[in-house]
């Protein structure tokens, strides 16, 4: 969904670079270097992360960490 890479936003992630939102609150994680990234192709990104946060709220009542918006 962002304009910038796949590469240059995970370089930011694992730099723990201010521009990267969400970055900060996964690195207070407990066991934050056991974390796996992965990603998905996905011409529509917008809708299948609208879908993945609404299917995650209906089994755990909350928004997915680090995802705090709606």
Known sequence: MAST??????????NK???????SDIWELPHYNDLRICWKVNKCARDYE???ITRYKSINSKRPFANKKD
């Open 50 to 52: 609208a879908e993945f």
């Open 17 to 23: 670079k201010d521009n990267h939102k969400g970055g």
């Open 5 to 14: 890479s796949l590469r240059s936003r995970v370089k930011a992630l694992v």
